[in-house]
C-alpha cells in the first residue's frame, strides 16, 4: 500500500484581509481548493489516509470555519470515511455520521470509563483494564475515541519509544499495547500508588511495558520519546497545574508525535478556560501542531516536533 504523496505547496492562507498562520502542507491523496471562504476537498489516487491528511483537514476546518465558511470531503474511500469519523471531521465528509462515544467536562474525562458502556468490538486488553478501572472506583479513563487515536498513532510507532503520563488504570495504554508489538517500548507513570501497582499487574505479561509510580516529571528520564501522549500531568491546562513541559527538552525525540488530551474545543462556550495552553502547544516553535475534535466537547492537541 503506497504512503499518501505531497500535494501541496504549504501557502499563507488569508481571508478577510488579513494573513492568517502559514498553512501546512498538505499530505493526501488528492488537493485542497479554495474558493472565497470556503473549501472543497477531493481525495484521488492511491494509498492509506494519514495524520497528514487529518491535519491539513482539520486546520482547514479552523481557518474556514473563522469566517463562516464550510467545506465537504468528496469521494470519501472507506478508509478515509472511517478516519474522518475517528477524529471528528465526519461531519464534513458527506457520509453518514457515526455518532459519538464519551464525553468531558473540565480537566480529566469525566465518564471516560462508563462511556465504554455498549461499545462493540473492543481489543481485549482494553476491555480488561476497563474492569480494572470499574474495580477501582476510577472514572477518569481516556475516552473511546481517544483511545482509537492513540491506537492509530502507536501503530505507527511499532519498534520505538512511548510514553504516557498518567496511566489511571491502563485504558489508553492498554489501546496503545494492542496496536503495537514486543518490539515496542512503552513506559507510563502514575501518581497514584495503588493504580500504579494495579496497571503493572495488568501488564505484567509484557515485558516491553514498564509501569512506574511517580510524579510526572520522572518520565523524562525514560526519554527521549517518539510517540508521547500527556494524560496526566505536563499539559499545564487547569488552573494550579504545573507549567507546560518543553517537548524539545528531552522529552520528544525529533520527528516524534506529542498527543495532549481532554481539550474544550475551540469554538466551544468553555473553550476560554483552555486557551492559553492551546496557544502555548499550537504556537510552539519546536512543534507542528493542531487539533482535532473528537466529539462536540472534546478535542485532543496533536504535534510533530520539527526541530
Known amino acids: 500500500m503506497q504512503r499518501a504523496r505531497w500535494v501541496g505547496a504549504g501557502a499563507p492562507l488569508t481571508s478577510g484581509g488579513r494573513d492568517r498562520r502559514p498553512y501546512v502542507d498538505v ?5 485542497i481548493c479554495f474558493v472565497g471562504g470556503a473549501a472543497t476537498w477531493i481525495a484521488i489516487g492511491d494509498g492509506a489516509p494519514d495524520l497528514g491528511l487529518v491535519d491539513a483537514l482539520a486546520r482547514t476546518q479552523l481557518v474556514v470555519g473563522r469566517d463562516g465558511g464550510s467545506f465537504r470531503v468528496c469521494g470519501t474511500s472507506r478508509e478515509l470515511a472511517e478516519l474522518l469519523d ?4 465526519g461531519g464534513e465528509s458527506g457520509g453518514e455520521s457515526r455518532g459519538q462515544l464519551g464525553g468531558q467536562t473540565g480537566g480529566m474525562t469525566v465518564g471516560g470509563n462508563t462511556s465504554y458502556e455498549g461499545a462493540l468490538d473492543l481489543p481485549p486488553l482494553v476491555r480488561e483494564a476497563i474492569e480494572l478501572a470499574g474495580i477501582q472506583a476510577f472514572d477518569h479513563s481516556c475516552a473511546p475515541e481517544q483511545g482509537r487515536l492513540l491506537s492509530l498513532l502507536a501503530q505507527g510507532r511499532r519498534g520505538q519509544r512511548i510514553g504516557e503520563t498518567g496511566t489511571g488504570c491502563g485504558v489508553g495504554l ?10 515496542t517500548s512503552l513506559v507510563s507513570i502514575e501518581r497514584d500508588a495503588v493504580r500504579a501497582e494495579a496497571s503493572a499487574r495488568l501488564f505484567a505479561e509484557h515485558p516491553n511495558v514498564l509501569v512506574v509510580h511517580g510524579g510526572w516529571q520522572q518520565l523524562r528520564e525514560h526519554g527521549p ?4 501522549v500527556l494524560d496526566g500531568g505536563g499539559k499545564g491546562k487547569e488552573p494550579g497545574d504545573d507549567p507546560p513541559l518543553d517537548p524539545a527538552d528531552g522529552w520528544l525525540a525529533i520527528g516524534g508525535t506529542i498527543v495532549l488530551d481532554d481539550f474544550t474545543p475551540s469554538g466551544h462556550p468553555a473553550a476560554r478556560d483552555h486557551d492559553a495552553a492551546r496557544d502555548y ?12 475534535r473528537l466529539s462536540p466537547s472534546l478535542a485532543t492537541i496533536v504535534g510533530i516536533r520539527v526541530r
Open 27 to 31: 499530505v493526501a491523496w488528492g488537493r
Open 86 to 89: 475517528l477524529v471528528g471531521l
Open 174 to 183: 492498554a489501546w496503545m499495547i494492542e496496536a503495537t508489538d514486543a518490539s
Open 225 to 228: 520519546f517518539d510517540l508521547l
Open 281 to 292: 502547544w499550537l504556537d510552539h516553535p519546536a512543534l507542528r501542531a493542531t487539533e482535532l
